[in-house]
């Protein structure tokens, strides 16, 4: 397979996130695999690691997710500055390798069969693909810092029990349910879906609250909706300082702030 690279010394940034990164990562991960384990075992494996599933639901679920991040990759390609057309063979037969790879999700017979589909060439064509949408305008955001996701998921999960035990309104208690499940779910997928399936939990959280604004009020002075606005403010924080398309900003996290009766934002 010809290359894309020539002799260059490709790098991945490991501040930067966009949709090659993230696959090229996931895909090295798989490499790293027992090549003697059946392939729906090392997919199970990967994806249980990426994501921390613990359901067949979810597993699928992360096997969508993980289709539409090749489909996005090869839709990110237009917005490589300076490519050859001369490239596009190079382009098709990379992108039929990997998604041959990802459809052998079910598939019983061992990983060597697989892995192997994975040459360097093709593993050196995606990074540098990477390296290209890094310098380009493609979606592109800062990584997060994992231990910054880490605290704010035990932050939900701690909150989700005391909001179970509260005596809220039933239906205030599972909006804001909903909304910490979203948040969850976007620190699970966050090596799947990046910065990008952080921000959409954030707006899906903000129309909630603005939807529900009534209700909000009504509880505002009990513990568990300040500490729900805490938390919400904090995860709203991690995202707008790295992600750059759309965001919610300082101003209207204020806003939001004051749906939910905390009138001065949390440190």
């Not at 300076?82 to 390798?97: C, P």
């Not at 069969?113 to 060439?121: D, M, V």
């Not at 305008?137 to 998921?153: F, R």
Request: proline share 2%.
């Amino acid at each position: 397979m010809k290359t894309l690279y020539g002799k260059k010394k490709m790098t991945i940034s490991n501040n930067k996130d966009n949709p090659a990164t993230r696959l090229y990562k996931i895909l090295s991960l798989a490499k790293k695999e027992d090549i003697k384990q059946p392939t729906s075992d090392v997919w199970r494996s990967v994806l249980g690691r990426l994501t921390g599933y613990s359901t067949e639901v979810e597993y699928l679920q992360g096997l969508v997710y993980l289709h539409e991040l090749t489909a996005e990759v090869k839709n990110s390609m237009k917005h490589i500055p300076l490519l050859k057309k001369s490239s596009g063979e190079i382009y098709n037969k990379l992108f039929r390798r990997i998604e041959e790879v990802i459809l052998s999700c079910e598939s019983h017979e061992p990983w060597n069969k697989y892995e192997s589909i994975l040459s360097s060439e093709v593993m050196m064509n995606l990074k540098f693909i990477a390296e290209k949408l890094s310098m380009s305008n493609y979606k592109i955001a800062d990584n997060v810092h994992l231990e910054s996701l880490s605290d704010i998921s035990k932050e939900v999960d701690d909150l989700v029990v005391k909001i179970i035990a509260s005596t809220l309104d039933e239906n205030l208690k599972n909006i804001i349910l909903d909304q910490l499940h979203a948040i969850r779910k976007s620190i699970s997928l966050y090596k799947i879906k990046g910065v990008e399936g952080l921000n959409d939990a954030l707006v899906h959280i903000y129309g909630q609250l603005v939807a529900n604004h009534n209700l909000f009020q009504k509880e505002k002075n009990k513990d568990v909706v300040r500490d729900f606005g805490k938390a919400f403010f904090k995860f709203a924080n991690i995202v707008n300082a790295v992600y750059r398309f759309g965001e919610i900003g300082y101003d209207a996290g204020k806003f939001i702030a004051g749906l939910i009766g905390n009138d001065i934002p949390p440190d």
